[in-house]
DNA sequence: CTGAAAGCGCTAACAC
DNA sequence: GTGTTAGCGCTTTCAG
């Protein structure tokens, strides 16, 4: 889409002199040793309460903050994550970079960030080689594992050199790994739709490249054959978790599927495309077709009807993946050995509105 | 919301040796000076052929990687890019942060991530000394403007430091800025239901203390004046953005303005809320209401009816900014003195679809 | 063409 | 308590 761009030119006299001070020039104000001047910045108790007085003065008249990146440099530890993401423009990758953001503040670290142009890249080693150039003390692989891409590079290998925590993967032992449990979620939601008395449960999957689409896949499967219901081929299609696709196969998955009555949608773009060709076609939603989603975005109950939909906390997720992996971080200097390695798996909530409330009273719209 | 966590631990023997090479390990392994393998790695032109391929073979087998920090430091020049942004489990943000990430990989800088805990905090100082104390070569200050959240540090103390560019805000003569034309985008959308034939035409602002809120606004209110139409304050409510505020005021707003006959509604989640209300009351769009969203989120495509909105390019402006202040920073080099200050700002495009078409053959979806 | 010396800004280890 | 020396990993003089 072309935009028309309009500039505003002003020429104007600024001078960047990017004149830090540094601890040699507060040691020489305030006629010190270097080594003092550190020792005020880093609240080491051996200096004399005069003499931290004058230096902090000094420090706070200069406006004098010490460089990360010579202490980083000396220190072996820059107190820095790197982050590696992908696809921030939809909702789910940047709900856990937030999570990520404030419990890497909360700790005091710093994040480097990288976004991977697809999900299915093979630039990954040189990202990894990038972030190590830059002394990250640990990585966050928070790109959701597609096709083969958690194998262009052995995780193993890239462990032993930093401390490395991932993300939304099938679990593997030895690797740190945080994930939702995705497959819960796919049961959960068919279970829903059991109870609620359908019988005829279709499914729209996300693309089954994608080992989260294939967990929920598999979890309304189960679900349906441990009620001694019907999972048959006819009863599911793949789509590519976008609104359009939902909207070019739900009339497939009818022709299909004639009698279905319910349908678990994988994600809630692709069940808002479901309601709006069920408002289209006069199918009555939730008497003639009970709807679930996944994700909970915040859109969901707004939608006519407002959609009961699976609720995953992905800024959790975030939270957990820099706590496990600062975690790792410590230890690694007291116990230079063995290390707990952990699989954390987060629980979804199925988040009841009316698109599936077949028996109960229908309310009104019901927030999450 | 409580989550269940499940841990499986797994006790396993991990060593982060993180035994990088250095170049001085290259350097006598090679049994040329450091000096020579600093030529090699940067491309210099005096090292004899031999030297360098023997030189090089060396680094490949070592698996030798330059510390960018060191050569920060030296060089006092990281090639690194301090972002800061807020609210980023919104799409805004988020999109805009794609297109920084993308041309700054491009550009070859990395990105050090901040994310304020709100859109006006008074934190604004500590964030910008934690990028300085990390010596970033340029600042893109990603968070929309609210309240007085420009104002707690003085924006041309801080262009000293480094260049600093400030995305979505009021033009201020030699500041940086890039922005959407949010004064332009009202306007459009509120022609366009005048040119639909919508006579009494309502408002939805997003919150007031958002400039973008604000110009919005007073492009409606602007485009109605124009054309002879009444604006009065009868006629508008302040939202919050989210959909819930929007589903609680469309009431009100029909009870101060019951002839009604079309809205703009300052976002497309306000404005789902409304398509939601109308099929509640059995008000029908476009035919008894007409409406126009701002965003174009994804989804609103598959609204029902589908939304027309105001399409804006946050990906197109994140990667400008980055461009923008690259540019400043390679300028300030060379000419240490004026610099060419710009104010970009990039125009909206109006995209029809069902929720606004009175006049025309209703189609069906229109992507954009 | 190549190497030796100095130093980016800071801190660890040792003297005094 | 405080200062001195050395050096993190690299690049920039400047000799040779």
Redesign the pocket.
């Known amino acids: 889409m072309l935009s028309i761009t309009g500039t505003i030119t002003g020429t104007i006299t600024v001078r960047h002199k990017s004149n ?8 020489s104000a305030a ?9 005020v ?2 609240n080491r ?4 309460p ?3 007085k004058h230096v902090q003065e000094v420090i706070d008249q200069l406006d ?4 990360a ?3 980083s ?4 530890r820059s107190y820095t994550l790197g982050v590696v993401t992908a696809g921030l423009k939809y909702i789910g990758p940047s709900r856990t970079l937030s999570g990520i953001t404030h419990a890497a503040e909360e700790a005091g670290y710093s994040l480097l960030l990288k976004e991977l142009p697809s999900f299915e890249t093979n630039e990954t080693e040189s990202i990894f080689q990038k972030l190590f150039s830059r002394h990250v003390d640990g990585i966050i692989w928070a790109v959701p594992e597609v096709g083969e891409n958690r194998n262009w590079v052995d995780p193993f290998t890239l462990v032993s050199e930093v401390p490395i925590v991932y993300l939304t993967m099938e679990p593997i032992e030895g690797l740190s790994i945080v994930s939702i449990d995705n497959y819960y979620g796919g049961k959960t939601a068919t279970l829903h739709l059991i109870e609620q008395g359908y019988k005829n449960i279709g499914h729209i999957a996300g693309p089954l490249s994608w080992w989260e689409a294939r967990q929920r896949k598999t979890g309304w499967r189960d679900a349906l054959e441990e009620a001694g219901l019907e999972a048959g081929d006819r009863q599911w299609v793949e789509g590519t978790w976008s609104a359009a696709s939902g909207n070019r196969l739900i009339p497939k998955l009818y022709s299909q599927f004639p009698e279905m009555d319910a349908i678990f949608v994988s994600n809630d773009q692709m069940a808002l495309s479901v309601l709006q060709y069920a408002c289209n076609q006069g199918i009555r939603v939730p008497e003639d077709l009970g709807v679930v989603g996944f994700d909970n975005i915040p859109e969901s109950a707004y939608f006519w009807p407002p959609l009961t939909t699976i609720d995953q906390n992905l800024y959790q997720v975030g939270e957990a993946a820099v706590r496990e992996v600062i975690k790792i971080i410590e230890e690694q200097k007291e116990e230079q050995r063995t290390l707990e390695v952990e699989t954390n798996t987060f629980k979804t909530n199925l988040v009841e509105r009316q698109s599936s409330l077949r028996n109960k009273v229908k309310g009104g719209v019901s927030g999450k």
């Not at 830090?20 to 040691?27: C, D, H, N, S």
């Open positions: 830090r001070a540094t601890i040699k020039e507060v040691a006629g010190v040793s270097t080594q003092t001047v550190s020792r910045i880093n108790p051996d200096v004399s005069e003499t931290r004098y903050q010490p460089s990146l010579a202490r440099l000396i220190r072996q």
